[in-house]
T-cell receptor
Framework: DAKTTQPNSMESNEEEPVHLPCNHS???????IHWYRQLPSQGPEYVIH???SNVNNRMASLAIAEDRKSSTLILHRATLRDAAVYYC???????????FGKGTKLSVIP | DTGVSQDPRHKITKRGQNVTFRCDPI?????LYWYRQTLGQGPEFLTY????????KSRLLSDRFSAERPKGSFSTLEIQRTEQGDSAMYLC????????????FGDGTRLSIL
């Protein structure tokens, strides 16, 4: 699994888009990029994952750089409930183990 | 929607005692995982089951730790002779089989060692 690097913290205003960056320069061609988030006193929650193409779901969008060395999680309109620690991870094809770093703590300002 | 359920949510015990935690995964999921999380850190992988078979154990899982999943449904994690360093949040997750399937986590059991 490739090492990922994220900023320790970010702030966003409520109802504005948020772009959370992640660097994964050592990622291999078959490693998936995953994003999870963790609200206080809860377990991590799956957000989105992708391999090469940009991905969208009801929670967020994932933009993957063409060289796959970085990606960005996009929350289109931040709400107070989006305040959480966001983890970017990579995992090998068929891998079952998730390796979490310290993540990015997102604060949303009303 | 029944997610992953963990019991108890909190456990306080004295050093040296044994503790057991239970995890009920999402019913159709045949993969089950245990993680440990200490304050300010991300979760760390402990062990993984596919059905009833324990297929991988982390080096973090000392011989005081044992996990079971007897019928491929719920799982238990037991810690014997607890130590101060065992104080953490113990998280369970489950997923279906398949390529890079997302893991669904419970809200964990917080263990405090007095």
């Amino acid at each position: 699994d490739a090492k990922t690097t994220q900023p320790n913290s970010m702030e966003s205003n409520e109802e504005e888009p948020v772009h959370l960056p992640c660097n994964h320069s050592t990622i291999s061609g078959t490693d998936y990029i995953h994003w999870y988030r963790q609200l206080p006193s809860q377990g991590p929650e799956y957000v989105i994952h992708g391999l090469t193409s940009n991905v969208n779901n009801r929670m967020a969008s994932l933009a993957i750089a063409e060289d796959r060395k970085s990606s960005t999680l996009i929350l289109h309109r931040a709400t107070l409930r989006d305040a959480a620690v966001y983890y970017c991870l990579s995992s090998g094809a068929g891998s079952y183990q998730l390796t979490f770093g310290k993540g990015t703590k997102l604060s949303v300002i009303p | 929607d029944t997610g992953v359920s963990q019991d108890p949510r909190h456990k306080i015990t004295k050093r040296g005692q044994n503790v057991t935690f239970r995890c009920d995964p999402i019913s159709e999921h045949n993969r089950l995982y245990w993680y440990r999380q200490t304050l300010g850190q991300g979760p760390e992988f402990l062990t993984y089951f596919q059905n009833e078979a324990q297929l991988e154990k982390s080096r973090l899982l000392s011989d005081r730790f044992s996990a079971e999943r007897p019928k491929g449904s719920f799982s238990t994690l037991e810690i014997q002779r607890t130590e101060q360093g065992d104080s953490a949040m113990y998280l369970c997750a489950s997923s279906s089989t398949g390529y890079s399937q997302p893991q669904h986590f419970g809200d964990g059991t917080r263990l405090s060692i007095l």
